[in-house]
């Protein structure tokens, strides 16, 4: 049974980079899928930040592409997030989860969420 | 890239059906069979009910079902209960390489 577990601060000042980690249990990364990150500010909709593929290839929302970073460390397991330049817009709950890769599309399963508040 | 339309919410009687509309483009709901929806209750994450259009995951209650017609995409629950009632997005993939969410509907059993 696969689960993620996201990890990292829960307060970050504005202007600082947001670091999180989501570790993987129960499936290697390195054998394969996408593995997303994806966001809901409290009260809000979803909203896809980005991907990365086993191998490490990377897909970005474009509006928020200037400003994140996602990889994968395959020896560890888990992926990592980071955000730069945040401002309380950025004030979310966040979410990892595991992606279907070529010929479907889906995000299942997901880790519990972390929020993370953005503070001045 | 602009999240995909939702209406903000619909409701319905216990054994009711209801259809949940998600509306994108040619870029991405029209132009690719991947999409796919969530169910999500507070303080929860989000489950996947329908991926790719019409599949449903095992474990999932055939009551569920999914479809699409040009550019919109649809989730419709039959028999409705109580504990339909939570938050629906769909997501689909884009012509960019890219996924989008839509904005959410809240579904209230009445």
């Known amino acids: 049974q696969v689960q993620l577990q996201e990890s990292g601060p829960g307060l970050v000042k504005s202007s600082e980079t947001l670091s999180l980690t989501c570790v993987v249990s129960g499936y290697s990364i390195s054998s394969g899928y996408y593995w997303g990150w994806i966001r809901q500010p409290p009260g809000k909709g979803l909203e896809w930040i980005g991907s990365?593929?086993?191998?490490?290839?990377?897909y970005y929302n474009p509006s928020l592409k200037s400003r994140v970073t996602i990889s994968v460390d395959t020896s560890r397991n888990q992926l990592s997030l980071k955000l730069s330049s945040v401002t309380a817009a950025d004030t979310a709950v966040y979410y990892c989860a595991r992606q279907g890769t070529t010929g479907t599309s889906w995000f299942d399963p997901w880790g519990q969420g972390t929020l993370v508040t953005v503070s001045s | 890239q602009s999240a995909l339309t939702q209406p903000a919410s619909v409701s319905g009687s216990p054994g009711q059906s209801i259809t949940i509309s998600c509306t994108g483009t040619?870029?991405?709901?029209?132009?690719?069979?991947?999409v796919s929806w969530y169910q999500q209750h507070p303080g929860k994450a989000p489950k996947l009910m329908i991926y790719?259009?019409?599949n449903r995951p095992s474990g999932v209650s055939n009551r569920f079902s999914g479809s699409k017609s040009g550019n919109t995409a649809s989730l419709t629950i039959s028999g409705l209960q109580a504990e339909d009632e939570a938050d629906y997005y769909c997501s689909s993939y884009t012509s960019s390489t890219t996924w989008v969410f839509g904005g959410g509907t809240k579904l209230t059993v009445l």
């Open positions: 990365v593929f086993h191998s490490g290839n990377t």
């Open positions: 040619s870029s991405d709901v029209g132009g690719y069979n991947y």
């Open positions: 790719d259009v019409t």
